[in-house]
């Protein structure tokens, strides 16, 4: 009895802003990565992100095995990225005095 096998696609996709996401979710794949990295089992990230199906997580996981240089690289890009978002955000928003500001807010009256 011979098998039939079926070729399964990843469930990645970049959406418009090039994020790579799973599965039509708004879960990223770095975010499925990360988990994955700091030990959490398939089972531990669909339950973290009811979204994602099991099936899916496992072939994400399948995916950055056999791909992780491209992987990394990508990660390292979108690091850099929300660095350098960051930094412009510092720069746009004057930080001193943040929580006194946000204080009196909260408590005009103060």
Do not use: K, W
């Not at 496992?58 to 990394?72: C, E, F, P, S, T």
């Not at 690289?73 to 001193?96: D, G, K, P, W």
């Amino acid at each position: 009895m011979t098998m039939a096998i079926i070729v399964e696609n990843t469930p990645l996709a970049p959406d418009s802003q090039g994020v790579v996401r799973v599965a039509n979710t708004r879960v990223t794949l770095d975010t499925v990565v990360t988990a994955f990295l700091e030990g959490c089992t398939p089972e531990e990230i669909r339950e973290q992100y009811p979204s994602l199906q099991l099936p899916d997580i496992y072939l994400v996981i399948g995916y950055y095995l056999r791909h992780q240089d491209a992987v990394h690289t990508y990660l390292a890009e979108r690091q850099q990225q929300a660095n350098l978002i960051r930094q412009q955000a510092e720069q746009r928003f004057n930080q001193v005095g943040i929580r006194d500001r946000l204080m009196a807010r909260r408590h005009p009256s103060r």
